[in-house]
Protein backbone atom coordinates (compact mmCIF):
# COMPACT_ATOMS: atom_id res chain seq x y z
CA UNK A 1 0.00 0.00 0.00
CA UNK A 2 2.63 1.58 -0.07
CA UNK A 3 3.99 4.14 -3.10
CA UNK A 4 7.98 4.39 -4.07
CA UNK A 5 9.01 6.25 -1.26
CA UNK A 6 7.55 4.24 1.32
CA UNK A 7 4.47 7.02 2.10
CA UNK A 8 1.05 4.81 1.98
CA UNK A 9 -0.74 5.70 -1.12
CA UNK A 10 -4.12 6.97 1.11
CA UNK A 11 -2.04 9.43 2.57
CA UNK A 12 -3.32 13.26 1.17
CA UNK A 13 0.01 14.55 0.86
CA UNK A 14 -1.14 18.40 0.86
CA UNK A 15 -3.46 17.91 4.43
CA UNK A 16 -0.97 14.67 5.68
CA UNK A 17 -4.43 13.35 6.27
CA UNK A 18 -5.14 9.57 5.71
CA UNK A 19 -7.82 9.49 2.63
CA UNK A 20 -9.47 6.43 3.77
CA UNK A 21 -9.19 6.63 7.40
CA UNK A 22 -12.87 5.46 8.46
CA UNK A 23 -12.55 2.56 6.12
CA UNK A 24 -8.75 1.92 6.67
CA UNK A 25 -7.57 -1.67 6.68
CA UNK A 26 -7.06 -3.19 10.51
CA UNK A 27 -4.09 -2.93 10.40
CA UNK A 28 -3.97 0.78 9.98
CA UNK A 29 -6.28 0.96 13.20
CA UNK A 30 -3.76 0.19 16.21
CA UNK A 31 -6.56 -0.06 18.48
CA UNK A 32 -8.70 -2.64 16.36
CA UNK A 33 -5.24 -4.17 15.70
CA UNK A 34 -4.78 -4.72 19.43
CA UNK A 35 -8.06 -5.96 20.49
CA UNK A 36 -8.19 -8.82 17.41
CA UNK A 37 -4.31 -10.24 17.38
CA UNK A 38 -2.78 -9.16 21.19
CA UNK A 39 -5.25 -8.46 23.77
CA UNK A 40 -4.62 -11.80 25.32
CA UNK A 41 -0.68 -10.76 24.99
CA UNK A 42 0.38 -8.04 26.20
CA UNK A 43 -0.94 -4.49 27.80
CA UNK A 44 -2.42 -2.09 25.50
CA UNK A 45 0.45 -0.03 27.05
CA UNK A 46 2.91 -1.81 25.87
CA UNK A 47 1.48 -2.65 22.30
CA UNK A 48 1.32 1.02 22.05
CA UNK A 49 5.35 1.42 23.28
CA UNK A 50 6.29 -0.97 20.52
CA UNK A 51 4.22 0.76 17.56
CA UNK A 52 5.87 4.20 18.43
CA UNK A 53 9.18 2.47 18.60
CA UNK A 54 8.16 1.32 15.08
CA UNK A 55 6.95 4.57 13.41
CA UNK A 56 10.34 5.97 14.92
CA UNK A 57 12.58 3.60 13.39
CA UNK A 58 11.08 3.69 10.35
CA UNK A 59 10.95 7.59 9.75
CA UNK A 60 14.54 7.07 10.23
CA UNK A 61 14.85 4.85 7.99
CA UNK A 62 12.77 6.55 5.28
CA UNK A 63 14.55 10.16 6.48
CA UNK A 64 10.87 11.51 7.39
Sequence with gaps: MADAD?????????TNLCTQY???PIFCNVDKFYERYYVDNMTREVFYKINQQECERLRKLLGV
Design 6 to 14: GVCHFLDRT
Design 22 to 24: ENR
